[in-house]
C-alpha cells in the first residue's frame, strides 16, 4: 500500500505514481537468459517462493520448470556445462564470498556440490565447447591467499590440481586447448608481469611487463586459436586501453581497436576461430565497433530493434542463435532472440515487467570541469513531471572506487528520481573507463581530490539553478559510503544528511583486514590508497572515524555482518564514536549479509528505512 506523511497530503497531488519499492528493488521476475549449447533449451533466473533459482524451458513449448532448490540467498550467477546436462552455479552462505560450485544434472535433477569445502573460495576459470564434460576452477584450497588452478570432471565430480600458484600469481590464462598456458604475477612494486609457458611442463616466461601505472587498465585476454598470439588490453605508451594481439615469439604488438578518450569496455570473440569480433566503448553510452565483416548485418539488424544499448549474452554452438540483452534508462532490461539466419528478433520478457507500468524519467549525459580542470563525466535522473529549478539532490556516489557509472536503467537513480529529488551520479576521478591518466589522478586521494569532484559536482548543479544547496544529501556503497562519510565529516557544511552502505570509516583496519585472497593486489591497493604500516598518520587524516566531531548531518548506516571486504567493525567503530558524541544516527545490521543486500527482504527493509529518512530530510515522498 503506498502511504503518505501528513506533510505530503497537503500538498498538491504528486506528478507521477509512486513506483511500489517492491517493483523497484524487489526480485525480477526473470532475468539473465542463457542458451542451452545445442540451441534446444533456455535457462533463466526467476523466484520460487521469492527465491532466485535457475529455470529451464524447452524452446518452442510452455515447459518451464526449476531445476535448483535455493531456498534462502537465491542464486545470481549459472551457465550451462558444453555436454548440455549439467547446468552450474555458484553460491555463498550469508554473503562471506566464499563461493562453492554447484551442478544440477539435466537428466535426474541431482544437485552435486563440486567443492565441498570449507573457507575457501572456488571460481569458475573456463570451459570449452570442445572439452564439454570438463572445467577449470580456481580455489584457494592450499593457501587462502591465491588460487591454484583444478581440472573438474563433470561425469565423476574428480577434482584434481593441475597448476600450483607460487604466491604471486593473480590470475590465469587458458588456451584452445584447455591448458593453463598464461599467468599474471604481482610486484611488490604494485605493477604485474604476464608470463607465458610453452606447455604446462614448460617454464614460465615474462613476455610483458606493466608499470604500476598501467597496472588497472591492462592484462591479458585470450590466447589466440593456434596459441602462438595472445590478446591483450595494453596501456602502455598510450593512456586509455587498447586491444592488441601479442606474437609470443617476436613479442610483436598489433593493435585492433583503440579510442583515444576512452577505454576498451566489451570484447566479443568467434568461440570457434577465436578472433576478435567486436568491441565496445564505454562512453556516454555503449558503442560497438565491428572487426568482423560476418556480424556487421547482424548487428546493423539489432541496433534497429531496441532504442537501448545492447550486448549479445548467450549463443548456440552452432552459431546460429544469440540472445540479446537491451539496457534502456526508462525501461527495465529487456531481451530477445535473435535468428541469424533469418535476421529476425523474437521478445523474449523484461526483467521487470510491472516497471513498465510506471512512468520512469531519463538519464542524462553531462560534464563539467574540476577546480583544477580535469572534465568530469557524469549522469543526471531529474524527477518528472516537475520543474528543473532549485530540487533537493541526492549524489549518489558509486563504489569501487575502480569503476564508473554508466547510461542505462538503474533502479537507484529511478527511486530518488520518483520520490522527487535530483539524482546526480559523479565518475569522478580515480574512475575507471576514461584513460590511465584520470584514473592514476586519484592515487591517495581518497577524502582529498577525489573528494573535491564530489563538492564540484554538487556546486556544478547549484550554480545552474537545479539543485538546492540546502536540501542535498550524500548517498552511495562500499567507496561510496566512504563518500558518504566523508561528505558528512570532510565537507560538514555541504550536505544535510548522509547515506553509507558498507562503506569503510577508517582506512589503516580496511587494508589491514583486507581477505586473505587479496593479497596480490594489496601492494597496488597500498600505493593508491595509502601503507598503513609507513603512513598511519596519513590515512588517519584521510579516514572518517578521526574527524567525528565534524559532523553535523544526521547519518544513516547499513552493514552485512559477513562482509568480508568492509567488516562489520567499519560501520560499529563510527557509530560507536557517534553514540559518544551524541551525534544523530541510524544503523541497520543484517546478519545474514555481506558487501551489499542480496536478500530482497533485507533490500526492502533497508530502503524502506532509507526512504523515510531521505524524506524526513529532503522533504521527498515515501511510500509506507
Known sequence: MNGTTDAEAKKPAAPVKLIPREILFGNPEKASPRLSPDGKRIAYLAPVNNVLNVWVKTIGKEDDQPVTKDTYRGIRTFFWAYDNQHILYLQDVGGNENWRVYGIDMNTLEQKDYTPYEEVQARVIEHSKDYPHELLLGMNKENPQVHDVYHLDLRTGELKQVAKNPGTFSSWVIDANLQVR???????????????????????????????????????????????????????????????????????????????????????????????????FLRARNEWEVLDPSIKKDFDVLKKVNPGDFSIVSRDTADKTWLVAYIEDKAPVSWYAYDRESHQTTFLYYSKKDLTQYSLTAMEPVSFKSRDG???????????????????????????????????????????????????????????????????????????????????????????????????????????????????????????????????????????????????????????????????????????????????????????????????????????????????????????????????????????????????????????
Open 182 to 280: 598464461g599467468a599474471t604475477e604481482s610486484r611488490e612494486d604494485g605493477g604485474m608481469d604476464l608470463l607465458v609457458r610453452d606447455s604446462t611442463q614448460g617454464e614460465w616466461k615474462k613476455v610483458i611487463s606493466w608499470s604500476f601505472e598501467d597496472s588497472l587498465n591492462s592484462g591479458p585476454v585470450d590466447f589466440t586459436k593456434d596459441g602462438k598470439s595472445l590478446y591483450i588490453e595494453d596501456s602502455r605508451n598510450f593512456n586509455t586501453t587498447r586491444l592488441g594481439k601479442l606474437n609470443l615469439e617476436t613479442g610483436k604488438v598489433d593493435y585492433l581497436a583503440q579510442d583515444a578518450h576512452y577505454d576498451l569496455s566489451g570484447i566479443m570473440m568467434n568461440p570457434d576461430t577465436r578472433d576478435i569480433q567486436a568491441v565496445s
Open 374 to 624: 580535469l572534465t568530469i563525466h557524469g549522469y543526471m535522473t531529474f524527477p518528472a513531471g516537475v520543474p528543473r529549478k532549485n530540487l533537493p539532490m541526492v549524489l549518489n556516489v558509486h563504489g569501487g572506487p575502480w569503476a564508473r557509472d554508466s547510461w542505462g536503467y538503474d533502479p537507484e537513480a529511478q527511486w530518488v528520481a520518483n520520490r522527487g529529488y535530483l539524482c546526480l551520479q559523479v565518475n569522478f576521478r580515480g574512475s575507471t573507463g576514461y584513460g590511465k591518466d584520470f584514473l592514476n589522478a586519484g592515487d591517495k586521494q581518497w577524502g582529498a581530490k577525489m573528494h573535491d569532484d564530489l563538492i564540484d559536482a554538487v556546486n556544478w548543479a547549484v550554480e545552474r539553478g537545479y539543485a538546492n544547496p540546502k536540501k542535498v544529501a550524500i548517498y552511495g556503497g562500499s567507496y561510496g559510503g566512504y563518500a558518504a562519510l566523508a561528505g558528512a565529516t570532510f565537507t560538514p557544511d555541504t550536505f544535510n544528511c548522509a547515506v553509507d552502505i558498507v562503506g569503510p570509516s577508517n582506512l589503516i583496519t580496511l587494508i589491514k583486514t583486507v581477505p586473505p585472497y587479496w593479497s596480490t593486489f594489496l601492494a597496488n591497493m597500498k600505493r593508491r590508497v595509502g601503507d598503513p604500516d609507513t603512513e598511519e598518520e596519513f590515512l588517519k587524516s584521510r579516514s572518517p572515524l578521526f574527524s567525528v566531531d565534524r559532523i553535523k548531518c544526521p547519518i544513516l548506516i547499513g552493514q552485512g555482518a559477513n562482509d568480508p571486504r568492509v567488516k562489520q567493525a567499519e560501520s560499529e567503530q563510527i557509530v560507536e564514536a557517534m553514540k559518544k558524541k551524541n551525534i544523530p544516527y541510524e544503523y541497520v545490521l543484517f546478519p545474514d549479509e555481506g558487501h551489499g543486500f542480496a536478500r530482497p527482504e533485507n533490500r526492502l527493509k533497508f530502503y524502506a528505512i532509507a526512504e523515510k529518512f531521505l524524506s524526513k530530510h529532503l522533504g521527498g515522498r515515501y511510500q509506507d
